[in-house]
């Protein structure tokens, strides 16, 4: 029996759906080495560092103590473990003892205090250290951003280049960090939730739900069934409206504005719809713990269904169009495989690698156990793969947004949380990728959060399969990846 | 991908002749939004620019939900060019810069450059209810505040985020030189 399975045995830390392990610093560097489990999220707390990993069968929350600002780096069989160890550095000055890197990731030298989420945050005494390393030796550079032009989010790429291609890309984040956490902590979770729906901007749906399950989890109270038939909904439509966004961003970057045209026209009618429905055309703060803050508007359930319907009545001759792109696009930024399998992503980023990680598909996650969710993967890993795997998933999700408005349930749309103090993880799969969200209540209000986008887990992807690209393509493989760096940024 | 169903490309230019546009009309809606600009723009005195504007957009912190909708905006579904508007991608091509978000403590710097890089006149426009003031993000040690905070600003549109339409109108305003 693996460590795994032993720890899974043994009684934990209250916390629903599953409880939460405190292991020694040796059983979590086990953990660490311990084959087919992934690494799922790595997280901070006052006086310890969480980890949440999955294997075939379960998920697995663990947490180790940290001794004099020290625990067990993760990152030296975890490649996926790097960036959370830095941004958990920053923010808490807890060092991953052995980790492969210690440069800082969120903090940039800019705030007044230095480690803002403990307790009292000391004034900042020195500037972190600098955020890119290594010689570039004959290696020319090219750097991109962080205010990079175009209508993008601020981020800041150093290319490598060599003979015209890519040799490595460094990736610096953490300019778009605004403190969500620490803005979250003493609120109710419907207060905070707020800040959930803003973390992301390509995702305030699916954010809202992992963060409103959490909520619920914590306070062992479910939501109406009606508000989860909602969710699902306007989950299935915010991925639609984010794949053509993406779509069309890849598209406009490879040269193919008529492909760009059609998604945008589709994606206004889903925004549209979204306003119809819920007054927002993000529908943004739809979602609150316990349920939904509203109905959807009765014009609304036509509208969302016309424009779901016009999109799939259209996807045929989209895919028509977007032959010539997908022959552009084969073989640029492919991940190589070695690295899927070590990062395990998830979202169609990890599901264009061949990997089967869609959290629609996993247990407990109603209403989608009835909805049968189209196993969508390609093999390739390139951009053309993550082109049709949008493609397909659009599909998929006009069908189960339809299913799901033909048979709405009736009754209620809210339940009353009550003021508890507990702990509880919630999940959704976002347009990008799964979304994870821990939180700890006392008495109502939030202790402790964290949210893990699954830009987190992309990045690391995007900076292997840039290398090698040409130069000129790199807009085309950092597009058909679509990383919110906001959602990383915290 | 199959293709069966899709049209040949005459029919495609058939079906496109017959069909109406794709971009939305547009008039100038008297919304709430839109008086609130024209008395600003009355207020900063501004009249008349020329037959067009170039546009950038700056994100010093938002949370990328302005830029998915100043994306649409920029999308064949609002048509920028009929108005003499269109989108550059750097600030030195720049008459009108599009802030969205609040202002990270981070990007401070690199937002002040970039509208020291936009050659006079030039106009900054707070696009966003964050951008205005700081929005929900007021007050966190990250965040410097509003655009305000590093940037002379000319004007705002409120919204969390703005539609496009509501953009528009405000970039139309500026455009006739208020009203």
Redesign the interface.
């Known amino acids: 029996m693996g460590l795994a399975a032993t720890l899974r045995a043994q009684g934990g830390v209250p916390c629903r759906p599953w409880a939460r392990h405190p292991v020694s610093p040796g059983q979590w560097s086990a953990l660490g080495a311990e084959a087919g489990l992934a690494l799922v999220a790595l997280w901070g707390d006052a006086l310890s560092v969480h980890a949440l990993w999955r294997d075939a069968e379960a998920m697995l929350a663990v947490s180790v103590p940290v001794a004099d600002g020290r625990y067990p780096a993760l990152s030296p069989h975890r490649p996926g473990a790097v960036l959370f160890e830095r941004a958990l550095r920053d923010l808490w000055g807890h060092a991953a003892e052995g980790a492969v890197d210690d440069r800082a990731w969120l903090d940039h030298g800019a705030w007044e205090v230095a480690t803002p989420l403990v307790a009292r945050p000391p004034l900042r005494a020195d500037a972190p250290a600098e955020g890119h390393v290594g010689s570039p030796g004959e290696l020319d550079q090219v750097p991109v951003g962080p205010l990079a032009g175009g209508i993008a989010e601020a981020g800041q790429f150093r290319l490598f280049v060599r003979g015209g291609r890519i040799a490595r890309v460094q990736a610096r984040l953490g300019w778009l960090h605004k403190g969500v956490p620490a803005l979250m902590r003493g609120k109710s979770p419907r207060a905070a939730s707020r800040f959930a729906a803003r973390l992301a901007g390509d995702a305030p749906v699916a954010h809202g739900i992992a963060f409103a399950r959490a909520a619920e989890a914590a306070g062992d109270t479910p939501p109406p069934p009606r508000a989860l038939a909602l969710r699902a909904a306007i989950a299935e439509a915010e991925r639609m409206a984010m794949h053509l966004a993406d779509i069309a961003a890849l598209a406009g970057a490879a040269g193919a504005p008529l492909v760009a045209a059609h998604c945008q026209m589709h994606r206004e009618a889903l925004l549209r719809a979204g306003a119809r429905a819920f007054g927002h055309r993000l529908m943004m703060d739809v979602v609150v713990p316990g349920g939904l803050a509203t109905d959807i508007a009765p014009e609304g359930v036509e509208a969302l269904h016309e424009a779901a319907a016009a999109l799939v009545r259209d996807l045929a001759e989209l895919g028509g169009l977007c032959a010539p792109l997908l022959r552009r696009l084969e073989g640029v930024g492919a991940v190589p495989p070695a690295l899927a399998a070590a990062l395990a992503a998830g979202g169609p980023a990890g599901r264009a690698c061949g990997a089967a990680g869609d959290l629609r598909r996993g247990p407990g996650y109603r209403p989608y156990d009835d909805l049968n969710v189209a196993p969508v993967r390609e093999a390739a890993g390139d951009a053309a793969a993550r082109l049709l795997v949008w493609l397909a998933e659009s599909r998929d999700s006009a069908r189960m947004l339809r299913t799901v408005l033909a048979e709405l349930p009736a009754g209620e749309i809210v339940a009353t949380l009550p003021m508890v103090t507990g702990e509880g993880f919630g999940w959704a799969e976002g347009p990008r990728g799964g979304i994870w969200t821990w939180l700890r209540l006392e008495g109502g209000q939030i202790a402790s959060v964290f949210q893990r986008d699954p830009g987190w887990l992309h990045l690391p992807l995007l900076e292997g399969a840039a290398r090698g690209a040409d130069l000129a393509d790199w807009p085309l493989v950092r597009a058909s990846f679509g990383i919110s760096h906001a959602g990383m940024d915290l | 991908?199959?293709?069966?169903?899709?049209?040949s490309p005459l029919r495609r230019v058939w079906r496109n002749l017959r069909s109406r546009p794709?971009a939305?009309p547009m008039a100038l809606v008297d919304t709430a939004a839109a008086r609130d600009l024209a008395a600003r723009l009355e207020a900063a005195g501004i009249r008349r620019l020329g037959r067009g504007l170039s546009l950038?957009?700056?994100?010093?912190?938002?949370?990328?939900?302005?830029?998915?909708?100043?994306?649409?905006l920029?999308?064949?579904?609002y048509d920028l060019a009929r108005f003499g508007l269109r989108?550059v991608?750097?600030p030195r091509q720049a008459e009108v810069l599009l802030v969205t978000?609040?202002v990270?403590?981070?990007?401070?710097a690199?937002?002040l450059a970039?509208w020291e890089a936009a050659p006079d006149p030039k106009f900054v426009i707070a696009i966003g209810d964050c951008a205005i003031d700081g929005g929900?993000?007021k007050?966190?040690?990250?965040?410097a505040g509003g655009v305000d905070s590093t940037l002379p600003v000319d004007f705002v549109v409120r919204g969390?985020?703005p539609?496009p339409e509501e953009v528009l109108e405000g970039l139309l305003l500026l455009l006739d030189g208020g009203i």
Request: glycine share 10%; hydrophobic share 40%; net charge negative.
């Open positions: 991908m199959t293709d069966d169903h899709a049209p794709a939305v950038h957009a700056l994100d010093p912190g938002s949370c990328g939900g302005c830029e998915l909708e100043l994306r649409m920029d999308s064949v579904v989108f991608d750097s978000g609040p990270t403590r981070a990007l401070q690199a937002l970039a929900v993000f007050g966190s040690y990250a965040v969390c985020p539609p």
